[in-house]
């Protein structure tokens, strides 16, 4: 995992195998759908807590908008293969969270990359703004 001090040095992981759909005419798994295997493992740990990228409380919507997202890609996956993908919480400053992922083939690594995430209420008819994280998913972090 990434070299940074995490915020919970418990990293998730989440099985994956490349499906023809994943790749482009080259034979290799294209760049966006990386992202997509991150974002699906962010959602996969999501929901082992019981919450959701977008969750509804008494206030009303309350969500984790993406507002930054890298990856470099070292060496390609392509179709058939199996990955593993492991997500760590690396940071928060009480309103953003940075994920680190890996994205392995056995050892080696296929790909890394961060999505920084900002906890957001979503007012009706308003655009959302930025709040400090709820205490009940600052507790994920512990």
Not at 41 to 49: F, G, N, Q
Request: charged share 25%; net charge negative.
């Amino acid at each position: 995992m990434p070299s940074n001090p995490p915020i919970n040095d418990v990293p998730f992981r989440r099985p994956y195998r490349v499906r023809w759909g994943d790749a482009d005419a080259s034979g290799y798994v294209h760049f966006a759908n990386y992202i997509r295997m991150m974002e699906e493992t962010e959602y996969a740990w999501l929901r082992t807590r019981g919450l959701s990228v977008v969750m509804h409380d008494q206030r009303g919507v309350l969500g984790f908008p993406r507002v930054n997202t890298e990856i470099a890609i070292e060496n390609p996956a392509q179709f058939g293969d199996e990955l593993d993908i492991w997500l760590r919480l690396a940071e928060s400053d009480g309103v953003k969270i940075e994920y680190q992922f890996e994205i392995l083939r056995e050892a080696e690594l296929v790909a890394s990359g961060q999505f920084t995430v900002a906890c957001c209420r979503f007012p009706r008819g308003a655009p959302p703004r930025a709040i400090l994280i709820p205490d009940f998913f600052r507790e994920l972090f512990r």
